[in-house]
């Protein structure tokens, strides 16, 4: 193991360490001031569990910053957003906010990256495409990092998942750095402080969970991994601003279908629900620890995917995005992600009983 290896070890234990530390002490301040996650019919716990990890896994990466990197216009505006986002997030695990209300800081947040720290999406290429945003690149960027915020607040679920997928995600990208001989970039810097920091807090989130993030914890790694892809774009880190969107195919693919599902029944998007990815793989499973350790495999095999298409064969890469693809498409057909199947069964048969009478 070369010294470079070692001494992302090094980081990586220490935030380990300090959010293992930590979270003892979050789970006694989450009691003390009622931030507990009630059981309803939609939710899979069955007893009061505390919430704020999310201000653990803060903690981890705030600490991680002060030691291991260097203060920069960038990294201030990154600091300054994330604040907003972990304030957002505790006030709302304490007292559930508004969607408004939370929307809102999340955009705060956003532009605060954007204009003070000047983190912009300016073009993008893939698949042999290009598109130059020109004067709409703020926008878009900030519509990115809202984006990414709700993505990783849908998906979190179940014990593990959103902190799981965020792990996988922050160790891709550590590997694909570390090869193509990316080391001091900002991005990896903050890659391996949150590597750390979500392993820390898994070893108490993981079935069955001591604590939960909450939104503090969901809308922070949404916060964190979108700046990390806009970084690590920037910095040629990764050779496509698409790489980092599909190895985070499962919660943007979840968000996706929710939208579709909440649109075709006349709901709002902010009304909640028993149809996302992993209720239905948890229907097909049977139970937490096998759904995640199937979506966290699924998760893997997307990432596995994009370092062979960024490090080794670009088409080999493609055909298994498709494999891939298609294996979601077989979900969405199984299960009731976007349609309820029992319903159209039924409204079938009435309309073909109905033309049959007549």
Known sequence: MNNIWIDNLKIVLFVFLIVVLIVPI???????????????ERKVHKNPMPRLGGLAIFLGFLIGYMVFCKPTVQMNSILIGSFFIILLGVFDDIKPLTPLI??????????????????????????GLYINFGIF???ITILFITCVINCMNLIDGLDGLAGGIAT????????????????????SALTLIMIGATLGFLLYNFHPAKIFMGDSGSMFLGYIISVISLLGFKNVTLTSFIVPIIILAIPILDTLFA??????????????????????????AGNQTKTVLIIYLIQILFSVAS??????????????????????VWIVASTNIIFDRKKISEDFRNKFLKKKTK
């Open 26 to 40: 979050i789970i006694k301040i989450a009691h003390h001031v009622n931030a507990l996650d009630i059981p309803n």
């Open 102 to 127: 939370k929307f809102g800081g999340q955009l705060l947040a956003a532009i605060i990256v954007v204009y003070y720290g000047n983190i912009v999406m300016q073009d993008i290429s893939a698949f």
């Open 137 to 139: 690149a703020p926008t």
């Open 168 to 187: 996988i995600f922050f160790i891709t990208i550590t590997i694909i750095s570390n090869i193509l001989g990316i080391y001091n970039g900002l991005d």
């Open 259 to 284: 939208i579709i599902r909440r649109l075709l029944k006349g709901q709002s998007f902010a009304k909640a629900d028993k149809e996302h990815f992993h209720h239905q793989i948890l229907r097909m």
């Open 307 to 328: 370092i062979v298409y960024v490090l080794r064969n670009p088409m080999l890469g493609k055909i298994v995005y498709i494999i891939l693809l298609l294996i979601i």
